[in-house]
């Protein structure tokens, strides 16, 4: 669900508005999957918080880690390589990171 604004911003600012909207019609038609926080992924994002703290990671990255380890989801699309590269998920070595 964090992910929601952020891609609907990166969307419309480099798409324009429209991309944006189009997104959110989307996750309506359920197209997407939207997946809500729950209190133990709040817990777990602040632990990624603390313990990246000197990479700056933020809590939209934080809270996807979380999930992706609740839903055990190996696979991030992401442009943020930077930050996805050092997390280290509790299910998995790594996660596959695209494009």
């Given amino acids: ?56 990671a933020g809590f939209v990255d934080a809270s996807i880690v979380a999930v992706g380890e609740r839903l055990r989801i190996n696979t991030i699309l992401t442009t943020d390589r930077r930050h996805f590269s050092l997390f280290r998920p509790r299910h998995c070595r790594s996660f596959t990171i695209l494009p």
Avoid at 8 to 23: C, V, W
Wanted: proline share 4%.
């Fill in 1 to 56: 669900m964090t992910v929601l604004a952020e891609a609907s911003y990166m969307l419309a600012t480099r798409l324009g508005p429209k991309a944006g909207r189009r997104l959110v019609r989307a996750i309506l038609q359920e197209e997407f999957l939207l997946e809500g926080l729950r209190m133990p992924d709040l817990a777990r994002a602040d632990q990624v918080l603390q313990k990246y703290a000197d990479a700056n």
